[in-house]
């Protein structure tokens, strides 16, 4: 399979207040042509920052410290980690070949602008269309997404929409020039888990017409089963795990990854079902433990643990930051 | 768009209507009235009550109240705005002759420091912690603080005194007559009524302007591959003006207070200085006068302010 982005080895530190956060701390995976990856983890673990990275869309005062962020093309690779932040390169790429929608469409979308001038301000420094031709792409991009009546919503604001609708026309603002790849940062986590079926099924469609890449931050494991071909779970800066959606939702090797999939209640199992949270809190990143970030909180700690865990490789495509995978897979 | 204009103008008449209702309840307590005025104090006192009567009843002086409001407003609707009580010339003549001068200055200092602050603000915000932006905050502070008379004394003496670049007070010289001439007259009173509210506005555009820049619907606008010019003022900048236009409206009364220093110590020809001269002469009439058109003025300019305020944010048109 095709692979179009690879993020090897990342580390994204934040420096404020004169203190240095390791942020995302030697994250790796790659992207590939027509699947769903999903970025899984807590709040403050870093999928959001690592997102932002690619696009180069990372605050003034964090950096990328190591580590290669690849966007490979027909006509050669592209090494987007050394490019200038501001620069026409990076800025050819954005919206044009990676697109990004965010998790609340109502301040992510200029309230004071239309609809349909938003979609077409993509337009504008992407292609050479002409005015009619960008109105008329507008609104079809949008009737595309399934808005009701596009030839009257594409000139109204974005105060005008409902919550569904404004995340399709997030999508098709990002949709605009046909990118590569759909970066999606917890896309739905602000709407109504009806509309959120809507907003999955559109993204599922979408993918299967442009044959696009959809890398998707969620923290929301049933979202994880329903869209994802591969799976990262991202634990304080550090990418844990890495495999396809089936074997991680059913033999998890971190114990990370499978205290997260003990902690989430199932519908239609009765009020007897157990719920599991994790024991603890997430560490402060300025006062991190030593070795394994998870450490406090797990059950399989050792002495060995207190050693930065290794990568093993449970299967072929199946990769664990932990020293105790195997007794964590028995365990299960 | 059309229907929030007529619903905001239509606003205007009841509220003109409380002040002028204000204003003639003010005239009412004044002490004495017209035939107290009109009758030398030798002969009043040589007058006899019914006579003095039979003068009131015609001219209409012992009418109830609200009879006499309503009358003192047809004419004032006609243009009849009685008379100054030292000069006798009549008041409309004074306010026609007076206003233009005044709204020459308060205009001219009202674009000068929305224009600059605005953008001395928008620029201090895109290099906050910079030295500029640093020095531009120290300056807006020393601006809010110095008070304008101050302000204008010693303008006058740098520029007027020492350099000799700008004449020190009043609005013409004889056979100037276009615009251009004068323009050296307006300079230095419309930057000085202008500084405080510059120094304002540019701390204030400041703020709003770092606000819109947080905003996640900045990050999208990169996400797009725009270009940062783009991004800072089209999605920055547009976004950050509404607040800034709402300050200026608030500001504007302060303006037009402002002048009556200002066109004093410039002598400037304007209904601020003539307003000072009613006050002190006690020339109620007058003052009742100026204040009720200070106030019209004041109330068209907010209105104007809500037309702006709508045109920038459409969330404001739809209730």
Known sequence: MDTILTVDNLHINFYTNNRCNEAVRGVSFQLKKGRTLCLVGESGCGKSVTASSIMRLLPPLSRIEEGEIIYHTDQGDLRLHELDPNGPEIRSIRGAEIAMIFQDPMTALNPVYTVGFQIREAFMYHTKMAAAAMKEKAVELLRSMRIPAPEQRVNEYIHQYSGGMRQRAMIAMAMACNPQILIADEPTTALDVTVQAQIFDLMNDLQREHNAAILLITHDMGVVAELAHDVVVMYMGDAVENGPVEEILTKPAHPYTSALLRSIPVLGQSKSQKLEPIRGSTPDPYNRPKGCQFRPRCDFATEKCLQDPETFDVSADHTVKCWHWEKVLANA | ?319
């Not at chain 2, 905001?8 to 003639?24: E, N």
Request: cysteine-free; hydrophobic content about 55%; glycine content about 8%.
């Open chain 2, 1 to 319: 768009m059309l229907t929030y204009t007529l619903r905001k103008l239509l606003m205007l008449i009841p509220m003109l209507l409380v002040i002028t209702f204000l204003i003639y309840v003010g005239l009412e307590l004044t002490p004495g009235d017209a035939v107290s005025f009109m009758v030398g104090p030798d002969a009043l006192a040589n007058m006899s009550p019914e006579r003095l009567n039979e003068l009131r009843d015609a001219l209409g002086l012992n009418d109830p109240f609200i009879v006499r409001y309503f009358r003192w407003l047809g004419r004032a609707l006609q243009g009849d705005f009685g008379y100054s009580l030292t000069s006798g010339v009549p008041i409309k003549t004074i306010v026609f002759s007076r206003l233009p001068a005044t709204l020459e200055l308060s205009i001219a200092a009202l674009i000068v420091s929305t224009i600059l602050g605005s953008i001395l603000g928008m620029i201090s915000a895109l290099r906050k912690g910079s030295v500029l932006d640093v020095s531009l905050t120290v300056a807006g502070m020393v601006g809010v603080s110095i008070p304008q008379f101050f302000f204008a004394l010693v303008s006058i003496l740098i520029f007027s005194f020492n350099l000799g670049w700008l004449p020190s007070g009043g609005r013409t010289l004889p056979g100037y007559t276009t615009f251009l001439d004068r323009l050296p007259h307006l300079v230095m009173p419309a930057l000085v009524l202008g500084a405080t509210m510059t120094a304002g506005v540019m701390r204030y555009s400041r703020a709003s302007m770092l606000d819109a820049l947080s905003k996640d619907y900045i990050k999208t606008a990169r996400s797009k591959g725009l270009p940062e010019w783009r991004v800072n003022l089209m999605h920055g900048f547009r976004v950050a003006l509404t607040p800034v236009v709402v300050l200026v409206g608030f500001r504007l009364p302060m303006l037009i207070g402002g002048s009556v220093v200002v066109e004093q110590i410039f002598q400037w020809p304007g209904i601020g200085k003539e307003f000072v001269a009613a006050v002190r002469g006690q020339n109620l009439p007058l003052v009742m006068m100026i204040a009720l058109f200070t106030v019209a003025a004041v109330l068209i300019a907010s209105f104007l302010v809500d037309l702006v305020t709508a045109l920038l944010d459409p969330r404001i048109r739809l209730e």
